[in-house]
């Protein structure tokens, strides 16, 4: 997958793709990710990314022009049809497993457009970009973790994203539901153990436990997911312990 990101700080995105899981899926090509400065595209001499709002009000706005040659490059490194535009912001629906899952199938590279200050002008948001995407209800300084946030979860869904496949089979959020809880060793730890079952060797048995604990989990954790996606019949089955 292709992934152009247009930022004024390119240095907040190259050591986070260099680490880690992502560094090795980089590394291997699962996902190139290509950073463009914005104010390289600025016209002027100085540079200037940034002015006062029109209406006036406190601190200053992205230019339109800098931003517009940056995501018309974007485009032409994405080749023919060019990318997906999507700007970071706080204003945007938040981002969904479900979202991501869609993204990592998208056929077109993607272009990730990062606001700083008080954001850009809006100008920019009604003609170039397709799509807003926000990371939560809170302000950050700039869409830069966004787009980090963005690369990382598409990335582990992408063919070779992760060492073991398997380990993207019922995780969080994989059908509006929490994951069930993980131990490791050692078997007591602090004076606590570790529920039987899982030591029991028993597959059928850890399988319907693990399904039983994330169902009561959702519930306790994040009922809104249960209000979203209420509980099947075979959930509601497998909550009273009974069999099929
Ligand atoms: C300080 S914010 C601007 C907030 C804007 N004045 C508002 O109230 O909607 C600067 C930039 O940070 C990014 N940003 C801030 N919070 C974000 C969030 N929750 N999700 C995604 N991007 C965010 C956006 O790119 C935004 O243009």
């Known amino acids: 997958m292709h992934i152009v990101v247009c930022t004024l700080f390119p240095e907040l995105i190259s050591p986070f793709l ?9 590394a291997r090509g699962t996902v190139n990710v290509e950073t463009i400065n914005i104010r390289d595209f600025a016209p002027d001499r100085h540079h200037h990314v940034d002015d006062v709002p029109y209406g006036g009000g406190p601190g200053m706005v992205m230019k339109p022009e800098p931003l517009a040659a940056c995501i018309r490059d974007a485009h032409a490194r994405c080749g023919e049809g060019g990318g997906h535009v999507i700007y970071l912001s706080p204003q ?25 200050y008080e954001g850009i ?3 920019i948001i009604e003609r170039h970009v397709h799509e807003e995407i926000s990371i939560g209800d809170y302000v ?3 869409g830069e973790l966004g787009s980090l946030v963005i690369i990382e979860a ?49 597959h059928a048995q850890i399988a319907a436990w693990r399904h039983r604990m994330s169902l009561l989990r959702t519930m306790q954790k994040r009922p809104d997911l249960i209000e979203k996606f209420p509980l099947t019949a075979d959930e509601i089955r497998v909550l009273e312990g009974r069999k099929k």
């Open 154 to 202: 598409i990335t582990r869904l992408l063919p070779d994203g992760v060492g073991n496949r398997d380990s993207l089979a019922e995780e969080s959020h994989d059908h509006g539901r929490v994951e069930y809880p993980q131990y490791t060793r050692p078997p007591e730890f602090e004076g606590q153990g570790v529920p039987e079952v899982l030591i029991s060797g028993h």
């Open 121 to 123: 002008d809006e100008r």
């Open 92 to 116: 945007g629906p938040s981002l969904t497993q479900k979202r991501v899952v869609e993204l990592s199938n998208l056929d077109k590279p993607l272009i990730l457009l990062n606001g700083r």
């Open 140 to 142: 950050l300084y700039g």
């Open 18 to 26: 260099a680490t880690g899981l992502l560094g090795k899926a980089v």
